[in-house]
Nanobody, 127 residues
Framework: QVQLVESGGGLVQAGGSLSLSCAAS????????MAWFRQAPGKEREFVAR????????YYADSVKGRFTISRDNAKNTLYLLMNSLRPEDTAKYYC????????????????????WGQGTQVTVSS
């Protein structure tokens, strides 16, 4: 079983930065590809970024490419998302998730294909 707990959200002005963390329990974190999603009020949950279990494969949604950085520390069972140059449209609840796939370059960005989720952390960007 995998349990995920996000932290680090908050209120920030446009152009600012925030760093999110996702602490994972269980002995398989180092073998699981991980992802970040977000959901704004009234909108569907959307893919943000993904990192393979080894950290060697990283993928971003076009909307965050060049501004967000996903990383992980397998020794600490923790996933990170560094968000720079934040915009009001980045306002959403951010979730970490895993589909328990390992080191795959082929993956889904559909939330329904991810079985394990954290409770989310709110990010609000003011203009």
């Amino acid at each position: 079983q995998v349990q995920l707990v996000e932290s680090g959200g908050g209120l920030v002005q446009a152009g600012g930065s925030l760093s999110l963390s996702c602490a994972a329990s269980g002995r398989t974190f180092g073998r699981d590809d991980m992802a970040w999603f977000r959901q704004a009020p009234g909108k569907e949950r959307e893919f943000v970024a993904r990192i393979t279990a080894s950290g060697g494969g990283i993928y971003y949604a076009d909307s965050v490419k060049g501004r967000f950085t996903i990383s992980r520390d397998n020794a600490k069972n923790t996933l990170y998302l560094l968000m720079n140059s934040l915009r009001p449209e980045d306002t959403a609840k951010y979730y970490c998730a895993t589909d328990r796939v390992s080191n795959s370059a082929v993956f889904s960005t559909a939330p329904d294909d991810y079985a394990y989720w954290g409770q989310g952390t709110q990010v609000t960007v003011s203009s």
